[in-house]
């Protein structure tokens, strides 16, 4: 049990095979170790096993806030949902924004646990700290949209008010490896198959209804202080200051364009490091003047003269990057009217530039459709992508085709992915590996232990090279976000093309994030705060007397616990590897062109000095690490600091 500031000390397990809830606390080691949502939520998934089955019944996942969600925290209207992922085999935490993670805590719960499978499907209703389940026969097979529409009308409450509603849609239901969870239409859960998890459970919907009961801080002089200090930071930043900052005026997207023009925007499945030498290569004159590269027009410029209609926010956020958009769209001689949220940066590159396709209305079709299907729009974007460039080299023959840029068949894949109703669609519905496995393809994915990289090209940023690497959820740009240093400068600008410091620089936003994504607050904090400004509200609000030092320990015994996660499950450093076209010294390696001329990835000499800065012996946690960081789960490794080489994995 836990009286620590921030927490409500009550977390209900739900026993889905017997519909039966328990309630359990928090405890305060636990609590002082792993702070909440994600660090939290790994130690809980533990608790079921790293060897279990990703979509079979004891297969935990957690639905975790943190000490700081709902609370009057700049940003602190996060949820981190955590499971073993059923698209990469390793542990996996994903995060969304809007308002169901400090509705939870305001309805008395600091998360949700599920475990076992429903016979029929079911939803859970959440109110005045309990848990009831309920029957969801109904709303099977429906999208995400009509879902949340049904559950406000027979729920005595109001979405948007006082209702949030965390559901699937069909992606789910059907085990596609990348579905989501889908919070308030457009807003995800949206790496690593959680919704596939939820739908394997026969969960149609986690629903949660309640007033607006902030906890309060056990020390406010210091909470307040630390409130203050990060209000000025966020004011004077030139990304976050409300209605001026780049991320406040353009939303995400802002860094389509500035990527481009440092040739580190991956075009064509990566083919190529921006859309300029993708039409250069293509015969293009992009030096004309009525010639616009494909980045430009779907960038958060674009996006903001010509179809914004609204700029939506997050619980206590005074950023308000979301950036909704209506377009006007013909598809097939219909004539459709689409009005959706969450137009971001690394979605609109998966459907657009790297798909080989540049028009901006119906990419928001597509994210439209991602998103009532509850499916991924990254990974859409980039297993589409993978199958253009199989379908030009002819590995796809019998099973379909996808022409670069083809708008009119990918609006129409990705429901075929949802419903997996097609044998292209039923195929890409499996993720980049089990593709490549069937295809005889790995030198056509984008991924990292089976999941897709974001929008950030490793030829022009080395550390997102290495984190993409050694990243515990697969390829990702939100494990350790080094386009921060290498792109924006900060807390400090460093050399985007330079390899050497980066594995040092990778390990402290990994550690830095994963202290973020436990509080749970956004990540985009870290574009104005540092760890002063975390550790005074979250000393504030806990009542704790935390050192900056002790914090970052704390992180970084989250990070390590999701390696040890993986290492039990089968990982150790030969899984932290890139795709080969990016490996400097791979025979299918394929140099950067423009501004990034010549540069591939020095991923070994990385790698080296990441393990050495983590303590790692060949990507593997060993005990002594675990004992110095107080990580008492599990077995252990068996894998001494003495060792020259992992065990092998028989």
């Avoid at 949700?112 to 499907?121: C, K, T, V, Y």
Wanted: contains cysteine; hydrophobic residues 35%; aromatic residues 6%.
């Amino acid at each position: 049990m836990t009286e620590m500031g921030g927490y409500r000390d009550r977390v209900a397990q739900v026993d889905l095979g017997e519909g039966a809830v328990e309630y359990r606390g928090i405890d305060d080691e636990d609590a002082e170790k792993y702070i909440g949502a994600r660090g939290l939520g790994v130690k809980y998934v533990f608790e079921a096993g790293p060897d279990v089955d990703p979509m079979g019944p004891d297969n935990r996942l957690a639905f975790m806030t943190g000490p700081l969600t709902g609370t009057q925290t700049v940003m602190s209207g996060r949820i981190a949902l955590v499971t073993k992922s059923p698209l990469t085999g390793t542990v996996t935490d994903s995060h969304h924004g809007g308002w169901s993670g400090a509705r939870l805590k305001w309805a008395g719960l600091d998360g949700i646990l599920l475990d076992g499978a429903s016979d029929d499907p079911v939803y859970l209703l959440v109110e005045d700290g309990e848990v009831e389940v309920r029957d969801a026969s109904h709303l099977w097979g429906q999208g995400v949209h009509d879902t949340i529409d049904d559950i406000d009308e027979e729920v005595d409450g109001s979405v948007g008010k006082n209702l949030s509603v965390m559901t699937i849609g069909q992606g789910g239901e059907n085990g596609v490896r990348y579905a989501c969870v889908m919070n308030e239409d457009d807003r995800a859960s949206g790496r690593g198959g959680t919704g596939a998890v939820m739908g394997a459970k026969n969960v149609k919907a986690v629903v949660v209804k309640s007033g607006t009961d902030m906890p309060k801080p056990a020390d406010p002089e210091t909470f307040q202080e630390g409130y203050q200090q990060t209000m000025e930071v966020i004011r004077e930043s030139d990304v976050t200051a409300p209605n001026e900052g780049g991320l406040s005026v353009y939303g995400t997207n802002v860094l389509m364009n500035a990527t481009e023009e440092m040739d580190g925007l991956p075009t064509k499945n990566a083919q190529h490091t921006s859309t300029e030498a993708y039409s250069e290569a293509d015969g293009v004159d992009v030096q004309a003047d009525d010639v616009d590269v494909q980045a430009e027009r779907v960038s958060g410029e674009n996006v903001r003269e010509n179809i914004l209609v609204d700029e939506p926010t997050c619980h206590s956020c005074p950023v308000a990057c979301k950036k909704e958009v209506e377009v006007d769209v013909t598809h097939k001689g219909e004539d459709m009217n689409v009005r959706m949220e969450s137009y971001e940066y690394e979605s609109a590159w998966a459907l657009g530039p790297n798909s080989g396709h540049d028009d901006r209305d119906e990419i928001a079709v597509m994210l439209d459709r991602c998103n009532d299907l509850g499916v991924d729009t990254i990974e859409a974007g980039n297993m589409m992508a993978m199958a253009m460039e199989m379908s030009e080299e002819g590995k796809l023959d019998g099973v379909g085709h996808l022409d670069w840029g083809d708008s009119e068949t990918m609006i129409d894949l990705i429901d075929e992915i949802g419903h997996r109703s097609s044998d292209l669609g039923d195929l890409l519905a499996e993720g980049p590996e089990r593709v490549a496995d069937a295809k005889d393809a790995h030198g056509n994915k984008l991924s990292v232990k089976g999941q897709t990289m974001a929008a950030y090209d490793p030829r022009c940023m080395k550390g997102m090279g290495i984190a993409y690497a050694t990243s515990n959820r697969g390829a990702c740009h939100l494990r350790g976000y080094t386009p921060s240093a290498e792109i924006l400068g900060i807390p400090e600008k460093v050399d985007p093309y330079e390899w050497e410091g980066k594995g040092e620089l990778t390990a402290t936003f990994q550690d830095l994030h994963a202290v973020s994504d436990s509080f749970d607050i956004c990540k985009f904090s870290a574009f104005a705060e540092g760890i002063e400004e975390y550790v005074l509200q979250y000393n504030g609000m806990t009542g704790r007397d935390l050192s900056e030092d002790e914090l970052f320990e704390a992180g970084e015994r989250v990070y390590n616990l999701e390696r040890y996660f993986n290492n039990l499950a089968g990982f150790d450093g030969a899984d932290d590897t890139l795709p080969n076209r990016f490996i400097e010294g791979h025979p299918d390696a394929i140099p950067g062109t423009g501004a990034s001329e010549g540069e591939l990835v020095e991923l070994d000499e990385m790698k080296a000095e990441y393990y050495e800065t983590r303590g790692w012996v060949d990507g593997v946690v060993p005990d002594e690490k675990l004992e110095a960081l107080g990580i008492d789960i599990g077995p252990g490794t068996g894998v001494s600091a003495g060792d020259s080489a992992a065990p092998a994995d028989d």
